[in-house]
């Protein structure tokens, strides 16, 4: 939508006086008006950073576009209009129908899939070929490929095979979703009333610590596929740090922009505590190539999170041009982008773990256990 658009969407505002307070009296001393008609008016409302609701008042130099005190309904339809909150909630919708789409793809074991994934860390057969291989396993000496060919998970037979249990890559696919769809949601529908308000960012606050805490899942699980005892202790305690996080981040003070850099230390520090498993798994693992490529990935999920939270704490670049980047370019829709790149280099990184472990057979031939 163009600034003529905008234009357009305001002129048709029924209150030409930019305070909410004084435009509410204004529409209750209306008897005459139609309610609907009102309600229609309203929704078309969008007013600048000056005329919020002090609650309302988040970042001070995106100056305009604002939705403010908005019905559920229109601020629920707002998802297709323009206004500054527009591509914060579309770049983790998008993200959150890349992460259904991921999930559904493997559920349903599309070798498509992962091939394509599997070819950004070497390459692959073609899925036509993985067809024709598909007839025989043997012939797939890859660890990759091997995967591509076989069903989720190595079966427990006669053999003594382990099966590789899927449950923490989907803890971490429901944790990645949870945490897109309720950031979408709270920058949709938080612009209501102060009650939602603070219900929704807290519901956001709560879905960046999921996701955090369910990203160790799967990679923990695989790596240390064959150390239970560092497994459990690696998972119990990225878990109470999250819900320590969680409690922490409940209080209402902290959601105030005066703690955003004190939220976004928190989310990274959570994060960045998966240095330890790492250089544990390495320490473990010297020998599998696997490991450095799920760490080439891990690092470049780090690189992503860490620009993401510098671009949340800084407020580039509005910040240097206030009112510039009201709908497009500021620097909360740039760290929605890095957090959806690095969930994404995250997957990639789970996903060579997955393919390592249900190609190991067991722990005894690829597990380096001790
Ligand atoms: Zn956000």
């Known amino acids: 939508m163009t600034e003529m658009d905008l234009k357009g969407v305001r002129r048709r505002k029924s209150f030409p006086n930019g305070s909410n307070k004084k435009a509410k009296g204004y529409r209750s001393g209306s008897e005459k008006e139609d309610r609907s008609t009102k309600k229609e008016k309203f929704e078309c409302r969008l007013v600048k950073y000056d005329d919020l609701p002090e609650y309302l008042k988040d970042n001070e130099y995106i100056l305009d576009y604002y939705r403010s005190e908005w ?11 323009w206004h500054n909150e527009t591509l914060n909630i579309w770049t983790h919708l998008g993200g959150f129908f890349i992460f259904v789409a991921l999930t559904v793809l493997s559920s349903i074991e599309a070798p498509e899939v992962r091939g394509l994934l599997s070819c950004l860390s070497r390459p692959l ?8 291989k598909n007839i025989s396993d043997n012939l797939f000496p890859d660890f990759l490929a091997r995967h591509v060919s076989r069903p989720s998970s190595l079966h427990v037979d006669g053999g003594g095979l382990e099966a590789i249990p899927r449950w923490p890559w989907f803890v971490f696919l429901v944790g990645a979703m949870g945490c897109l769809i309720c ?18 960012w807290r519901l956001d606050y709560a879905g960046i610590s999921l996701m955090i805490v369910s990203s160790f899942f799967p990679p923990i699980y695989y790596a240390f596929f064959c150390n239970p005892h560092a497994r459990l202790f690696y998972l119990t305690t990225i878990t109470l740090l999250g819900i320590l996080a969680i409690i922490t981040l409940l209080a209402p003070a902290l959601s105030t922009p ?26 473990l693992h010297w020998n599998h190539p696997q490991t450095f490529v799920a760490l080439a990935f ?56 997955l393919n390592w472990r249900e190609g190991s057979l067991t722990c005894e031939t690829g597990g380096s256990a001790n």
Not at 125 to 132: A, E, G, I, N
Not at 261 to 283: E, I, K, N
Not at 330 to 347: E, K, N
Request: glycine residues 6%; hydrophobic residues 55%; proline residues 6%.
């Open 71 to 81: 019905p559920l309904k229109e601020a629920f339809l707002s998802v297709f209009s």
């Open 125 to 132: 057969p073609t899925p036509l070929m993985m067809m024709k």
């Open 183 to 200: 950031s979408s949601l709270s920058h949709l529908l938080a612009c209501h009333s102060q009650r939602l308000n603070f219900f929704f």
């Open 258 to 283: 005066r703690f955003r850099p004190f939220r976004a230390t928190l989310f990274l520090a959570m994060g960045f505590s998966g240095v330890v498993p790492a250089a544990h798994s390495v320490a």
């Open 298 to 353: 891990e690092l470049t999920m780090a690189v992503f999170y860490a620009t993401g939270a510098a671009f949340y704490v800084s407020r580039v670049p509005e910040k240097w041009k206030p009112g510039a980047f009201d709908i497009v370019g500021h620097s909360h829709q740039i760290f929605h982008v890095f957090v959806v790149a690095g969930a994404l280099a995250h997957y990639a990184a789970t996903l060579v773990l």
